[in-house]
């Protein structure tokens, strides 16, 4: 586990993902209690913890833009901005948000309003509703861009102000450099993170995948099984690797803007035609 960004991680990463493909197909309602039990004991202890991180995430960010280092630029100190400020914006969302907002959109507000996250709120009402739309805004709004931007910041600073890859065990280059014996641990670090963000997309993307069914079975009266759902998977798996292959200019870039295009016209839409 030496080689950083190479054969060992990847092996080790696929090894891990794989294994937990196995375990939950082999023992879905098993896999599945034991994965809710897990969230279930790491909320109740580190909730808090989360909370206050995420906090402190955004007064550092608040902190650090006004300061000095606010002007430090994630390239050479002559370099450009690359895209527009649109572009920008949209693969931002696009990669960011992604399919989880397509899902949880909807169904993080409808659960608030049908069990309101306080007990003295009855459910359905118009209290629930207001407080449904905060808490949507709160999951979704400046916190969860703060821990993306930290965890963006340090991987972008170390790769293009350091020369380091783009990995997050980038941060502990000056400590691997003076003590080679920590170098596994930090590919260990890149291996958790592998594997962190494969299940985080597997999980927005299945759920996805079974909203976007249930939407063309309610439109279009498709049935909604897993023939349709490995078909709808098909196909955004060859947008995915359409885009990819295109390179971030042709594919990733296009494909952002025209989804940015499409929400800023269905929110026209949703205002001029809707109960507004």
């Known amino acids: 586990m030496t080689n950083h960004g190479g054969k060992s991680v990847f092996i080790?990463?696929?090894?891990?993902?794989?294994?937990?493909?196995?375990?939950?197909?082999?023992?879905?309602?098993?896999?599945?209690?034991?994965?809710?039990?897990?969230?279930?004991?790491?909320?109740?202890?580190?909730?808090?913890?989360?909370?206050?991180?995420?906090?402190?995430?955004?007064?550092?960010?608040i902190g650090l833009a006004l300061s000095k280092y606010g002007k430090v630029r994630l390239g050479p100190q002559d370099s450009t901005p690359s895209y527009s400020f649109f572009s920008w914006i949209s693969m931002l969302l696009a990669a960011g948000f992604g399919v989880g907002l397509v899902f949880y959109g909807m169904a993080e507000p409808m659960t608030h309003y049908i069990n309101p996250p306080y007990g003295d709120v009855p459910a359905e009402s118009e209290a629930a509703a207001r407080y449904a739309i905060q808490y949507s805004y709160f999951n979704w709004g400046i916190h969860q861009w703060a821990a993306f931007s930290v965890v963006g910041l340090i991987i972008a600073y170390f790769q293009f102000r350091k020369g380091q890859a783009g990995l997050v065990s980038s941060v502990l280059s000056s400590v691997t450099a003076k003590h080679p014996h920590v170098r596994p641990y930090a590919s260990w670090l890149d291996v958790f993170a592998v594997v962190a963000t494969v299940m985080g997309v597997a999980t927005s993307l299945?759920?996805?995948?079974?909203?976007?069914?249930?939407?063309?079975?309610?439109?279009?009266?498709?049935?909604?099984?897993?023939?349709?759902?490995?078909?709808?998977?098909?196909?955004?798996?060859?947008?995915?690797?359409?885009?990819?292959?295109?390179?971030?200019?042709?594919?990733?870039?296009?494909?952002?803007?025209?989804?940015?295009?499409?929400?800023?016209?269905?929110?026209?839409?949703?205002?001029?035609?809707?109960?507004?």
């Open 206 to 276: 299945g759920l996805g995948v079974l909203q976007m069914n249930g939407g063309l079975n309610a439109v279009f009266g498709l049935p909604e099984n897993g023939f349709w759902q490995f078909v709808i998977l098909f196909v955004m798996f060859c947008a995915y690797m359409a885009s990819t292959w295109s390179g971030l200019d042709k594919g990733i870039k296009r494909l952002s803007n025209l989804n940015m295009a499409l929400c800023i016209g269905l929110m026209l839409y949703v205002l001029f035609t809707g109960p507004t």
């Open 12 to 61: 080790a990463s696929a090894v891990i993902i794989f294994g937990l493909v196995i375990v939950g197909a082999a023992f879905p309602v098993a896999f599945g209690n034991a994965a809710e039990a897990a969230l279930t004991s790491i909320t109740e202890l580190f909730g808090w913890f989360y909370l206050f991180s995420v906090f402190g995430f955004v007064v550092f960010l």
